[in-house]
Structure formats: structure tokens, C-alpha cells
């Protein structure tokens, strides 16, 4: 049996249980213990590994866990979620500012970019109003998922498609294909969670404070740096748009507004030792899990001899929902898509491999590393976490909701 699927297999279970004896594990060590597996036991090669970490997603990481502290640690980013949330009155009202307002967001900045400032944001909230962190991060996750499926830059197989599946006008098409459907799953977010969790909402009327700024200066520079953010991917759209998408890269959008921090502030030293090195390791790890097991062959050849129809939308959002659990979504994209252009898909096709591949991450943690983000974030931050339980309890009906709403309006509409 091959070595990549067992501890593939392991990676799952132990992210259900998190627990061997009396020591609680994090998601990072658990990849990361079975990246050092793979390595020991030769299934890839250390200089194959080194080469399998996609430098791109790690510095746009990087990049923007150090906005993400900088706006924290001044203050900044409290002051403004105060003034976008002060209008929410009930809980029913901020969930719903949530979802809506994350999801639509992630449409633009990337749902990574989201669960990064995203998860600092609800962990405030929910310490401020008396909630339980679990439903405003399981919120801020499904929203920043749901809502990225309507953009070719909302997410990274997404761009993928985008630039490999020659869509012709990609912004519009994406918002022609998937920007209602994606709306409607995002109002059924709400409808689950609420009623899945009925004592976690109800009428009360919620006091709001505003948090004071902690550090003037370096909040001057948060705000450049998230305006710069907003500037980067505008002049990215545009650059989309006339066709010259690769001028500007998403790593080149992160470096570019986190510099105003690392060269304007005395306070970068313990900026960097605070962001979140954990997801970071996190990635790197998972990069090279995922390599050793595509380099067994398993999910080709599996799909090679059910004879899967890739030119059928059903086929494609569940094989899609499915395989993103076990090689990820971009890995998926990158396998399946070429698959379905050789076999004469067209625009619809593809939009049901974005919707199917993104919405992936709904279903359980692992099918979105902007969960992982969030959950680690928040573990890393004050101990509130998500388990593996607790995240399919809401994720597998809400799923399975999404690919009935994505295929019916891909067919029909």
C-alpha cells in the first residue's frame, strides 16, 4: 500500500480526534508530523518537496498575515469593524452582515485575504456580545467559501480556470454563471446555521462600543496598507480585463501593501513574530502531503476507470465536492480541468468545476484552506476552535444545498 495514502488517511482521522492520550494536537503538527513521515520514509525526495511548496500562495500568505497583525495589534481593525457593524441590532442582523458582507468581499480581496482579517473581526464580536465563537467563525468560513465562487479571482482554482480554460471575458462570465446562485447559498447559509443552532440567535438588542486605536502610527500604516490592497486588486480587474492579467500577481498584492509596515514601522520585529507562522507551516506541509499523493497515480487512474461523463454538470460538482476533500481544489482543478477541455467543455462546464471545486471547502475543514486559516488563527489567538464534528454537522447539509442550487441554475437558468 502506498505510504502518501495511509498517512493521507491519517491526516483525517487524527483532525477528527485531535487528540492522542492527553495531548491535544493542532492542525498544523498533525500535517506537519505527516510531512516528516513522508520524507522519512523516502515517498518524495527532500529536494522534490522543497520544490512541491507553491512559493506564490506562501508569500501572499505571508504578505497578508502581516496586514492582518498590523491592523490588529493598532487598533485599527476594531475601530472599523465597529463602524460596519454598529447598524446590526440582533444577532439574526450580525450573522447575516457576516455572511452576506464576508461572502460578497471575498468576491474581491480573495476568501484567504477574508479568513485572514475575517477571524481577528468575529472573535472580537463574539467576545463583545456574549456568543459563542464557534457560530460567527463557522459563519465568517461558509460565507468567505460561498461567496469567492462568483469571481476569477476569488480563489486560486478559480484563477486557475480563468487563465487555463480560455473564458472568454472572465469577470462577466463568472458573474453571469454563478453571482445568483451564489447569492442564494449564501442567504441558505443563514437559514442553516440558524437553524442549526436556534440558541445561538435571537432578539435582544446588542450594544455596541467603539474600541479605541492603540498605536496611532502604526494604524496610519495599516490603513495604508489595507487601501493599497484595495488599489492593487482594482488595477489587477482592470489589468484583467484588457488581457494583461500577469503584470501584477497575487504574491506581488500582498508584499506590496505589507512593505508601509515592514518599512515604516519600528514595531516590524514583533510584527513578524507574531503572525501566524503555524498556518504557514500548515501549507508548507500540506503541499508536499499532496504531492507524494499525486504522485501515486491513485486518483487518476480512479477516475480513468469509472469513465466519469466530464462534460456532465452533476458529475462535475460532485466528483469535484468529493476529490477536493482528498487532493485539495486546486490540485483537483489542475487534474479534472484538462480532462474536460480535451473532451469539448465549454463555459458552463467550467463554471461547474469553479462552483464544485470551491464549494468543496463547506463540506469538511480540509476542503479549504481558508478554513484551515480560520481555525488556526483562532486557535493561535484565544483557544476558540472548530471541530471536525462540529464543522460537518453544518457543512455536509449545507453542501449538499450548494450543489443543488449551482446545478439547477447552471442547467436551467
Same mark, same amino acid.
Given at each position: ?10 491526516? +483525517? ?46 508569500? +501572499? ?9 498590523? *491592523? ?110 451564489? *447569492?442564494?447559498? *449564501? ?15 435571537? $432578539?435582544?438588542? &446588542? ?17 495604508? %496598507?489595507?487601501?493599497?490592497? *484595495? ?17 501584477? &500577481? ?14 515604516? %514601522? ?12 503555524? $498556518? ?107 471541530? +471536525? ?11 449538499? &444545498? ?9 442547467? +436551467?437558468?
Amino acid at each position: 500500500m502506498d505510504i502518501p495514502l495511509v498517512v493521507l488517511s491519517a491526516v +483525517f482521522l487524527l483532525i477528527m480526534v485531535r487528540q492522542i492520550g492527553p495531548v491535544r494536537l493542532q492542525i498544523w503538527q498533525i500535517m506537519l508530523g505527516v510531512a516528516i513521515v513522508i520524507l522519512a520514509t523516502g515517498s518524495i525526495s527532500p529536494s522534490d518537496a522543497v520544490k512541491a511548496i507553491d512559493l506564490d500562495v506562501m508569500l +501572499f500568505l505571508f504578505g497578508m498575515f502581516v496586514v492582518g497583525q498590523a *491592523l490588529e495589534e493598532s487598533g485599527y481593525l476594531a475601530h472599523v469593524s465597529y463602524r460596519i457593524f454598529r447598524r446590526a441590532r440582533t444577532r439574526d442582523t450580525l450573522v447575516l452582515v457576516i455572511v452576506f458582507g464576508a461572502g460578497l468581499t471575498s468576491a474581491i480581496l480573495m476568501n484567504d485575504t477574508l479568513a485572514i482579517i475575517g477571524t481577528p473581526v468575529v472573535l472580537l464580536l463574539a467576545r463583545k456580545h456574549g456568543m459563542r465563537p464557534a457560530i460567527l467563525l463557522l459563519s465568517l468560513a461558509f460565507a468567505v467559501t460561498i461567496g469567492s465562487v462568483a469571481s476569477p479571482i476569488g480563489n486560486p482554482q478559480n484563477l486557475l480556470i480563468a487563465v487555463h480554460g480560455g473564458i472568454p471575458q472572465p469577470f462577466l462570465t463568472f458573474l453571469r454563471w454563478l453571482f445568483l446562485p451564489t *447569492l442564494i447559498n *449564501l442567504g441558505i447559509t443563514f437559514v442553516v446555521l440558524k437553524r442549526l443552532y436556534p440558541d445561538d440567535f435571537h $432578539t435582544a438588542a &446588542l450594544a455596541h462600543s467603539q474600541e479605541p486605536i492603540r498605536n496611532h502610527d502604526l494604524a496610519v500604516l495599516s490603513r495604508i %496598507s489595507l487601501f493599497s490592497v *484595495l488599489i492593487l486588486i482594482a488595477f489587477k480587474i482592470v489589468a484583467g480585463v484588457v488581457g494583461k492579467g500577469d503584470v501584477l &500577481l497575487l504574491p506581488h498584492i500582498a508584499l506590496g501593501a505589507a512593505l508601509p509596515i515592514l518599512v515604516g %514601522s519600528p514595531r516590524r520585529w514583533g510584527i513578524l513574530r507574531r503572525i501566524d507562522w503555524q $498556518t504557514l507551516t500548515f501549507f508548507a506541509a500540506m503541499f508536499v502531503v499532496m504531492e507524494s499523493v499525486w504522485r501515486t497515480g491513485f486518483f487518476q487512474e480512479v477516475l480513468t476507470e469509472m469513465q466519469v461523463n466530464v462534460l456532465s454538470t452533476g458529475t462535475i460538482l460532485a466528483v469535484s465536492v468529493l476529490l477536493s476533500q482528498l487532493i485539495s481544489n486546486v490540485p483537483l482543478v489542475a487534474l479534472f480541468q484538462p480532462l474536460m477541455l480535451h473532451a469539448g467543455a465549454g463555459t458552463p462546464e467550467l463554471m461547474a468545476l469553479a462552483a464544485g471545486s470551491t464549494i468543496a471547502g463547506n463540506l469538511f475543514i480540509l476542503g479549504a484552506a481558508s478554513n484551515v486559516i480560520i481555525i488556526q488563527n483562532a486557535e493561535t489567538r484565544t483557544g476558540a476552535t472548530l471541530g +471536525f464534528l462540529e464543522f460537518a454537522r453544518a457543512g455536509v447539509p449545507l453542501t449538499i &444545498l450548494n450543489v443543488i442550487v449551482y446545478w439547477v441554475c447552471l442547467r +436551467f437558468l
